[in-house]
């Protein structure tokens, strides 16, 4: 093969927020796939904030990547060649490994792709591993409730936009926290949520405080810092928090977190969770919210970045809430 395989490596440690610089691009051949191994040309890339962690070396649920190493990352790719003979040469597939344009993975760690059933970049994310992690903190966590309100923080991204849909489907009143009213209005306008707060408004506090009138009865937290704080306050008694991300924390801008005597008073449920806690999620998730994209009643945006040497930028950009969408890389 005379192409080259783009590769975005981990350069250095950040020591508080990364930049452009902890990043490199390098040339490579592509690898040559082992018995069991399809080689894959990857499509689009997802980007995730989880992956902001990895450059950490610090001791996590996952491993870091080293120095030196490729960018952990996952991709829908197409099949190159699979000397096993289990895909064909231009198969669609999810199961790329890593910010790079080739991959070699192992055949049974690759899920194929019907595209004409869902656009392969829905497996990204509304059907993918961030609306998986919405189904779960909603369905097995935060649990809304008919007539109760639920508030999600991040509430245009990948997971948020989707914990909302679904609080709306579970009967409870969706509200949604995201920067900027361009951002609000989509919730409200297109994807059916009740009301949304714009975390940059000055008056946030009051805003979210006035939007819900009732309290909060299930809160799906994705930010931490002052959306936190502000949202804290609103908690009713025995209301359940979803703890699924921090983003406003992983650039290192470190927060203090509420008195845990509220827990006590409030007699809060609280807990944290990682996606693979519930490995039964993702399979109920991808039939259920196929069907209801197929019914036209679950619906998306994604935020398409083109070009692999992009994605450091695209990167730092979802961090400070500059993607409007899921963020994938379009590796062209
Ligand atoms: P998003 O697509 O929502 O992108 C991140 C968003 O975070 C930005 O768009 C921005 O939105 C918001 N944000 C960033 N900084 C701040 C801040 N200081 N204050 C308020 N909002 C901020 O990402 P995902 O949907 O992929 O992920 C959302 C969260 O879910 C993350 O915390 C992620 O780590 C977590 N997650 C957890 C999983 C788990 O298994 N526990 C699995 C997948 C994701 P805005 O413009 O609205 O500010």
Avoid at 253 to 260: E, R
């Amino acid at each position: 093969m005379t192409e080259t395989n783009l590769r975005i490596l981990l350069a250095a440690r950040p020591e508080g927020a990364a930049t452009l610089d902890h990043f490199r691009a390098v040339e490579e051949p592509p690898p040559a796939p082992r018995p069991g191994e399809a080689l894959l040309r990857h499509r689009f890339l997802s980007l995730d904030p989880y992956m902001r962690g990895r450059m950490n070396a610090s001791k996590s649920y996952a491993k870091p990547v080293e120095i030196g190493d490729v960018m952990e990352g996952q991709s829908v790719a197409q099949v190159v060649e699979d000397l096993s003979g289990t895909f064909a040469p231009g198969d669609w597939v999810l199961g790329g490994k890593g910010w790079q344009r080739f991959s070699a993975v192992p055949v049974h760690a690759l899920v194929k792709l019907d595209p004409d059933a869902a656009p392969p970049t829905a497996h990204l994310g509304v059907l993918g591993m961030p609306g998986t992690t919405a189904w779960a903190g909603c369905t097995e966590l935060a649990q809304p409730r008919p007539g109760e309100t639920f508030v999600v923080s991040a509430a245009s991204g990948a997971v948020g936009s989707v914990a909302g849909q679904i609080a709306r489907r579970m009967g409870a009143r969706a509200v949604g926290i995201a920067g900027g009213p361009d951002k609000c209005a989509y919730l409200r306008d297109e994807l059916g949520f009740d009301d949304c707060v714009d975390h940059r408004a000055p008056d946030f506090p009051e805003r979210l405080a006035a939007a819900c009138p009732d309290g909060i009865d299930s809160y799906f937290e994705n930010v931490g810092g002052a959306v936190q704080q502000a949202v804290w306050p609103l908690l009713n008694d025995f209301a359940r928090v979803a703890v699924c991300g921090m983003v406003a924390e992983y650039q290192g801008d470190l927060q203090p977190g509420p008195n845990l005597s509220s827990v006590l008073r409030k007699r809060l449920t609280l807990r944290g969770f990682i996606v693979s806690d519930f490995p039964r999620a993702a399979p109920t998730w991808r039939a259920t919210g196929a069907r209801w994209l197929r019914d036209g009643t679950l619906k998306y945006r994604e935020d398409v970045t083109r070009g692999l040497e992009n994605a450091p930028t695209a990167f730092l950009g979802m961090l400070t809430g500059k993607n409007f969408g899921k963020t994938i890389v379009e590796i062209t």
